[in-house]
């Protein structure tokens, strides 16, 4: 009598108890973008999933869970079976800036592993065309002469744009008043519409707007142009020596996961990236794919960290008030 219940459990633990590698993996994966649909973030995961899921052999699900800067979609993760088939896309923000802002319920370093660095680019200053301006210099004039402070769009508090306009806060002695969206994708259609006034924004997430022109670039945060904008200066060209941002990408994976689940992931992120089809679709978006000595999980880990040390100090010194 106890043994098909015995059989039946010992199948269960199989099944859903301790993750297995070597059939890894055996049915879909989600990867849990913590931005809206149709924003950088997203973009980049889904351009990473079409391609993984042709190594994996499984479908790869993208599952946006928006809020808080992105760190409810991060605790997702943190709370999901260390199995491999719950995966964290973040970058800067989520991973390095929002554990400075928010009293988070998770630890971003032990409490998740790191499975591979993902495309970056640099940030753009961006307006809606109803500002006069013709360059950055002009634009900064404006920004100081409105009477009540400026709106500029954000993904959330400890977002990449919202780092960054802290930063350019930092820089020009401006006051901004953040608007928070839950990514830059719906920030950028109230920038079109005119409904605030700039974003400090992901060039991937700006760069088709600002081709159609119904929005006006300034400066992108890097000290060298890039190539598939290269109109626009940089900040050490156009009056903002020294504004350097790079928003990178990475994907993670809960505390626990086995190191041999972690390893097919990263193989498949890697391979997706070593494919020139792949590699245009991120050209074509003005991002860059790191160079291969920066593609293991052990480059991401030790990335974050350094991250961390850099950012968080300017980070709680703005002393940013979230609810
Ligand atoms: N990655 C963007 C940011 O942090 C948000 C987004 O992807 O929508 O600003």
């Known amino acids: 009598m106890r043994k098909p219940i ?52 499984q479908t790869i699900l993208i599952e946006n869970a928006t809020g808080a800067g992105g760190s409810l979609g991060v605790g997702r993760v943190v ?8 995966i964290s896309f973040g970058h800067l923000g989520t991973h390095v800036a929002n554990g400075a802002i928010y009293k988070l319920d998770y630890d971003l370093v032990t409490d998740l592993e790191p499975v591979v ?20 210099r002009e634009l900064i004039a404006w920004l100081k002469a409105r009477p009540a402070p400026p709106i500029a769009g954000t993904a959330g508090a400890g977002s990449g ?3 960054a306009g802290l930063y350019f806060e930092n820089v020009t002695g401006i006051k901004l008043q953040f608007v ?33 022109g119904t929005i006006r670039a300034y400066a992108v945060t890097d000290d060298k142009r890039v190539e598939e904008a290269s109109d626009i200066p940089t900040t050490d060209e156009a009056g ?24 097919k992931l990263n193989a498949a992120a890697v391979d997706a990236m070593n494919d020139p089809a792949v590699r245009k679709k991120f ?14 999980p052990q480059a991401l880990g030790a ?19 979230v609810d």
């Open 303 to 321: 990335w974050q960290k350094a991250e961390i040390a850099k950012w968080w100090p300017m980070i709680k010194a703005a002393d940013v008030k």
């Open 240 to 263: 903002l020596p020294g504004f350097h941002m790079t928003l990178w990408s990475g994907l993670w994976v809960p505390k626990g996961t086995p190191k041999a689940i972690i390893a």
């Open 6 to 57: 015995l059989a039946a459990f010992a199948a269960l633990l199989a099944f859903g108890g301790g993750a297995r590698a070597d059939n890894f993996p055996s049915r879909p994966i989600t990867i849990v973008v913590p931005f809206s649909a149709g924003g950088p973030s997203d973009a980049v995961a889904r351009i990473m999933a079409e391609r993984m899921r042709t190594t994996l052999g």
């Open 161 to 163: 744009s919202h780092i």
């Open 180 to 212: 928070p969206y839950r990514g830059t994708a719906p920030a950028l259609t109230d920038l079109v519409a005119g409904q605030i006034d700039i974003i400090v924004d992901q060039l991937s997430n700006s760069i088709s707007q600002v081709r159609a």
């Open 79 to 86: 709370r999901a079976a260390p199995d491999g088939y719950t």
């Open 283 to 296: 050209e074509n978006l003005g991002l860059q794919t790191p160079p291969a000595d920066q593609l293991s």
């Open 117 to 136: 660095l993902l495309p970056s680019n640099p940030m753009v200053i961006v307006s809606k065309n109803a500002v006069p301006a013709k360059s950055l």
